[in-house]
C-alpha cells in the first residue's frame, strides 16, 4: 500500500451520498489503523457522520459561503479557506465528489497524492494527480471504492463497512418520543426532486393501515421530511391529524434525531431521498418506491430486491424533467401495502 499518515475524504454533498460514502472511510482504517482521516463535507450534513468511530476530524465546507464567495469572485475568502486545508499538511486526498469544487479544494490541499475519477464531472479530474479510470455504469457506491485502488486499499462494501452512527444525545432525545420501545414504521415520503416522489394520497393510505395493524394498540407510523416539503404532503398530513398513531416530524427533527429515528425502527418506506441511503446504513428493512431512478447506478446499495419501480421499454431516468413524474405513479397502493406485509411479518 501507499504509506499516508493524514489522509482526506472530499464528500461536501448530497445528504444520502455522504451517508453511504462511509465505506471509502471504512475501508481506509482498515487499511491505516493508525493515520489521522478527516472528511470535508458540508457543514449542516456533518451530523451524518460526525460520530463514526473511524473518523478523526470532521472538516466543514461552508457551501452557502463558497458559492457567495464564488460568485462574488472573492478571492481572499476562496484563498483562505484553501491555506487552512494545506495547513493540515494532508499526505492523500480522495475526490469522491468529482465536480469542479471537489476538484479545486482537493487541489488547494497542496497533498501529493490526490485521487479522482478520470470521467468525473466538470473537468475536475484535471486536478489530480491520480486518475482512475473508474468503468462507466457502477452504481456510485463501486465508483467511489474505485478511488481507493491507487493506494492499494481493498474495498470493503460489507454490512458494517456502510453502518452509520448515531450520537447519544440522540438516541436520548428517542426516548422521549411517543413511539420509543415500540415496533414502528417510518415513512419518508419526499425527495430532493419531485419527480421522484410517489403520491402523497397513496402514502396516506399506506399510513392508515399500517397503522391498523399488528397489535390491539396498531402500530404507530412516523412521517419525517424538511419543513419546506410539507406543503407537498397534505393528504398525508391530514392523516396525522386525525389519527393519533401517525405521528407527524416532518421538518422537526436534526439529521441526528431522523437518524436515531431511523435506527430504531421496524421498517423505512421511501423514495429516492437521503432517509432511504441512511435506513440502508443501519442495515433497516426497507420498501423502495423508485421512478425515474436507475437502481443499478444509484439505487439503495446491495438492497435491488427491496426495489419497486415499473419502466416501459425506451423510458430513460431523466428525473429532472416533469413528464418523467408518471413512471413512479404506477406503483400502486396495495403492492406497497403487500411488500410491507412481507418484511413485517
Not at 105 to 130: M, Q, Y
Amino acid at each position: 500500500m501507499l504509506p499516508a499518515e493524514r489522509i482526506l475524504i472530499i464528500r461536501p454533498s448530497a445528504l444520502g451520498d455522504v451517508a453511504r460514502s462511509v465505506c471509502v472511510l471504512a475501508s481506509l482504517r482498515a487499511a491505516y489503523p493508525k493515520a489521522q482521516i478527516d472528511w470535508l463535507v458540508r457543514d449542516t450534513f456533518a451530523p451524518v457522520i460526525a460520530h463514526h468511530p473511524a473518523l478523526s476530524n470532521v472538516i466543514a465546507f461552508p457551501r452557502n459561503e463558497f458559492a457567495r464567495w464564488t460568485r462574488t469572485l472573492r478571492l481572499g475568502s476562496l484563498h483562505a479557506y484553501g491555506r487552512s486545508l494545506r495547513a493540515r499538511g494532508y499526505d492523500v486526498v480522495l475526490d469522491c465528489q468529482g465536480l469542479a469544487r471537489s476538484g479545486w479544494l482537493a487541489w488547494a490541499s497542496d497533498a501529493k497524492v490526490r485521487i479522482g475519477n478520470r470521467h468525473a464531472r466538470e473537468l475536475s479530474w484535471l486536478f489530480a494527480t491520480h486518475r482512475v479510470p473508474v468503468p462507466r455504469g457502477l452504481h456510485s457506491v463501486e465508483t467511489m471504492l474505485a478511488l481507493l485502488e491507487p493506494l492499494g486499499v481493498p474495498a470493503l462494501r460489507d454490512r458494517e463497512a456502510m453502518r452509520l452512527h448515531t450520537a447519544s444525545a440522540d438516541r436520548s432525545w428517542l426516548r422521549t418520543q411517543p413511539f420509543a420501545g415500540r415496533s414502528y414504521v417510518v415513512l419518508a415520503p419526499t425527495s430532493a426532486w419531485e419527480t421522484k416522489e410517489w403520491p402523497a394520497d397513496r402514502f396516506a393510505q399506506v399510513a392508515d393501515a399500517l397503522s391498523k395493524r399488528g397489535a390491539a394498540d396498531g402500530t404507530p407510523v412516523v412521517i419525517v421530511g424538511a419543513k419546506h416539503e410539507r406543503d407537498r404532503i397534505g393528504p398525508l398530513l391530514e392523516v396525522a391529524r386525525r389519527n393519533p398513531l401517525v405521528i407527524d416530524r416532518v421538518g422537526t427533527t436534526t439529521i441526528g434525531q431522523l437518524m436515531a429515528t431511523i435506527e430504531a425502527s421496524s421498517l423505512v418506506v421511501a423514495n429516492d431521498s437521503a432517509s432511504l441511503h441512511i435506513a440502508v446504513g443501519f442495515d433497516r428493512k426497507v420498501v423502495a418506491l423508485l421512478g425515474p431512478t436507475d437502481p443499478k447506478l444509484v439505487g439503495p446499495f446491495g438492497r435491488e430486491r427491496d426495489v419497486l419501480q415499473h419502466t416501459e421499454p425506451g423510458e430513460t431516468f431523466a428525473y429532472r424533467k416533469e413528464t418523467t413524474r408518471r413512471m413512479i405513479s404506477r406503483i400502486t397502493t396495495q403492492e406497497v401495502l403487500d411488500a410491507c406485509e412481507a418484511r413485517l411479518g
